[in-house]
């Protein structure tokens, strides 16, 4: 009898024994999974790049991970690129159908790209003007002396008898894509230099503005863009001008498709009509 309870004993032993180490076994073989996600964070956390745009951060969920994106925000760069961009007020001739001539005036955008009174528009804010008026944001106006104008790229330039005047810098061309923020920056319903915010949405879109003409390479943005608007900048984080703000798609129902004039295809009419 004592045997047998010398070997119950023992079995009960052995059990206790087995199931210590078990446990063991699964704590140390779950630590360092969780040793390791903690120490290298893949997978949990992503910081985009800093921009020259102040920034602040939302979460966005994505199952059990958390990547941080930096939205920006844009008061800073608006606070120093807004002083290049203008306002710009037309007057052309209308002749009705009894012959009577009456004057019209219309209102667009444009920006400063060179210091000495150079400024840059689209063509048909200015095409047919009898009268063009220049307007800064900080209400100093200017008459136009020299007006040009290029229908097929639908870019402009004015002259102003001015001097050190603030210039907006020309960005790189091949340095933006689809999901960039950007600004469109002008005089939208005539109600004074006002900023919209939104992102490039695509690329190298081609636009047919009559049966005989298309617009091509062109930038479509999410930022919204009114009459007015035409001839203002569109801007980058690094406050650079990545294009020239110039449709708008007015379809009925349709809502964020405004389009830009490429900067790299701007470029060289703006220097063959500054000449």
């Not at 047998?4 to 630590?31: D, E, P, Q």
């Not at 001739?93 to 790209?113: K, N």
């Not at 005539?190 to 390479?217: M, Y």
């Not at 980058?236 to 900067?263: C, F, P, R």
């Amino acid at each position: 009898m004592a045997k047998f309870r010398y070997l119950v004993f023992c079995l009960m032993l052995i059990s206790c024994l087995i199931l210590i180490a078990g446990c063991n076994l699964f704590s140390s073989g779950s630590t360092p999974a969780a040793q390791s996600s903690t120490s290298t964070g893949i997978g949990l956390q992503t910081t985009p790049s800093q921009t020259s745009a102040t920034s602040s951060t939302a979460t966005v969920q994505s199952g059990s991970q958390t990547p941080q994106v930096n939205l920006p925000g844009f008061a800073d760069l608006l606070d120093v690129i807004e002083h290049s961009v203008v306002q710009i007020d037309v007057v052309t001739s209308s002749t009705d159908v009894f012959g009577q001539v009456s004057p019209q005036q219309g209102a667009g955008s444009g920006w400063i790209i060179g210091s000495s009174g150079l400024i840059v528009t689209a063509n048909h804010v200015i095409e047919g003007a009898t009268s063009v008026t220049v307007t800064t944001i900080e209400g100093k106006t200017y008459p136009a002396q020299t007006v040009k104008g290029d229908a097929s790229l639908d870019v402009g330039i004015i002259r102003i008898n001015a001097s050190q005047l603030p210039v907006l810098a020309v960005g790189d061309a091949t340095n933006f894509r689809p999901g960039d923020w950007v600004l469109a920056i002008g005089n939208p319903l005539g109600q004074g230099i006002i900023a919209t915010q939104g992102i490039i949405s695509r690329l190298g879109v081609e636009i047919a503005v009559s049966s005989t003409q298309t617009f091509k390479n062109m930038i479509e943005t999410t930022a919204a863009i009114n009459p007015g608007n035409s001839g203002g900048p569109l801007i980058n984080l690094d406050g650079k001008v990545i294009g020239i703000t110039t449709i708008k798609v007015s379809a009925s129902g349709i809502e964020g498709m405004g389009y830009a004039i490429n900067i790299k295809d701007a470029l060289p009419v703006i220097q063959s009509l500054s000449k």
